[in-house]
């Protein structure tokens, strides 16, 4: 006997990338104009220093701004190591944003690389 559970689907693939540190920095150098690094951590972890040009919403107010970002830039999301960051891309996706990456890694990759950052 088969049974069928209608209500069930597989979820669709996600589309969100995921980058490692170098690709990061490389799409950083090259600054298209669709780009957006947002990055979501709190604001004491800002002060210790962000990625140059980087938009900063933290993770527990970006459902508020969704509304306010454009759907068609590519967003990198940027916390301190790749987890929050995952949340946020997911949070994005499930509001419609299409183009999007998580820096697997971080700050703490990015920092370990010695990249520029600003205070």
Same mark, same amino acid.
């Given at each position: 006997?088969?049974?069928?559970?209608?209500?069930?689907?597989? #979820?669709?693939?996600?589309?969100?990338?995921?980058?490692?540190?170098? #690709?990061?920095?490389?799409?950083?150098?090259?600054?298209?104009? !669709?780009?957006?690094?947002? !990055?979501? /951590?709190?604001?004491?972890?800002? /002060?210790?220093?962000?990625?140059?040009?980087?938009?900063?919403?933290?993770? *527990?107010?970006?459902?508020? &701004?969704?509304?306010?970002?454009?759907?068609?830039?590519?967003?990198?999301?940027?916390?301190?190591?790749?987890? /929050?960051?995952?949340?946020? #891309?997911?949070?994005?996706?499930? #509001? *419609?944003?299409?183009?999007?990456?998580?820096?697997? *890694?971080?700050?703490?990759?990015?920092?370990? &690389?010695?990249?520029?950052?600003? /205070?």
């Amino acid at each position: 006997m088969k049974f069928s559970l209608p209500f069930f689907k597989p #979820a669709p693939p996600s589309l969100v990338e995921n980058l490692n540190v170098e #690709a990061v920095y490389a799409l950083y150098k090259d600054q298209p104009d !669709d780009l957006v690094l947002l !990055d979501v /951590r709190q604001p004491d972890e800002w /002060r210790e220093g962000v990625i140059p040009g980087s938009v900063k919403i933290s993770l *527990g107010a970006l459902n508020s &701004h969704l509304q306010t970002l454009e759907k068609d830039k590519y967003y990198i999301l940027v916390c301190r190591s790749g987890n /929050r960051s995952g949340t946020a #891309a997911q949070m994005m996706e499930s #509001a *419609g944003f299409k183009r999007l990456a998580n820096f697997q *890694g971080g700050m703490l990759a990015w920092n370990s &690389h010695r990249y520029p950052i600003e /205070r």
